[in-house]
């Protein structure tokens, strides 16, 4: 069964710093780029960003710079370091994953509220 256990959100001030964490069962993590999404209210979901197989990220042009996407092959775990924050960060944020099994499947995380607010 898989699953993705996002934890690590909360309240943070304007330019305060957060690092958030999934962590999956059920799949070779290794084998499979991961991303971090995030939905603010009234909002559609976007992507913040993703890290292939190599460790190589990409970035939303919105958090370059301020986020770092990493992974730990060994603890099963992807992290969203975020640096910075802006009130605009204020989202749910979402681990995802696409797996190829006989055809693709999303699986998503339960979501991780990050809250940016003075």
């Known amino acids: 069964q898989v699953q993705l256990v996002e934890s690590g959100g909360g309240l943070v001030q304007p330019g305060g710093s957060l690092r958030l964490s999934c962590t999956v069962s059920?799949?070779?993590?290794?084998?499979?780029?991961m991303s971090w999404y995030r939905q603010a209210p009234g909002e559609e979901r976007e992507l913040v960003a993703r890290i292939n197989v190599g460790g190589s990220p990409n970035y939303a042009d919105s958090v370059k710079g301020r986020f770092t996407i990493s992974r730990d092959n060994a603890k099963n775990t992807v992290y969203l370091q975020m640096d910075n924050l802006k009130p605009e960060d204020t989202a749910m944020y979402y681990c995802?994953?696409?797996?190829?099994?006989?055809?693709?499947?999303?699986?998503w995380g339960q979501g991780t509220q990050v809250t940016v607010s003075s």
């Open positions: 059920g799949f070779t993590f290794s084998g499979y780029p």
């Open positions: 995802y994953v696409a797996l190829y099994v006989s055809g693709w499947y999303e699986y």
